[in-house]
Nanobody, 127 residues
Framework: QVQLVESGGGWVQPGGSLRLSCAVS????????IGWFRQAPGKEREGVSC????????YYAHSVKGRFTISKDNARNTVYLQMNNLKPEDSAIYYC????????????????????WGQGTQVTVSS
């Protein structure tokens, strides 16, 4: 079974930084795209960033471009989301998800393209 486990969330002041980790188990290759999503109270789930499995192409929501960076450490089977210059509106539960069916539109950051989800990690940005 494929399993994703997020970690690294917490509380930070505006302008601060956090690095989220998504540990992946149950796969033996690096072919699957992985995305980060977030959901704040009263808001729809929002795609934040994603990275390709085979080509490492990176895509970001407009709201986080220039502030967030997605990366992979294949040796550790871990995907990271480095979040800099955090804003209160970044507060949400952050989820990582994997496309295990070979979808072709993963780069659009649509949650429908992703099949396996982690449990989420809370990020709170406040002064």
């Amino acid at each position: 079974q494929v399993q994703l486990v997020e970690s690294g969330g917490g509380w930070v002041q505006p302008g601060g930084s956090l690095r989220l980790s998504c540990a992946v188990s149950g796969v033996t290759n690096d072919y699957y795209a992985i995305g980060w999503f977030r959901q704040a109270p009263g808001k729809e789930r929002e795609g934040v960033s994603c990275i390709g499995g085979s080509d490492d192409s990176q895509y970001y929501a407009h709201s986080v471009k220039g502030r967030f960076t997605i990366s992979k450490d294949n040796a550790r089977n871990t995907v990271y989301l480095q979040m800099n210059n955090l804003k209160p509106e970044d507060s949400a539960i952050y989820y990582c998800a994997m496309d295990v069916t070979g979808g072709v539109s993963w780069y659009l950051l649509s949650s429908d393209e992703f099949d396996v989800w982690g449990q989420g990690t809370q990020v709170t940005v406040s002064s």
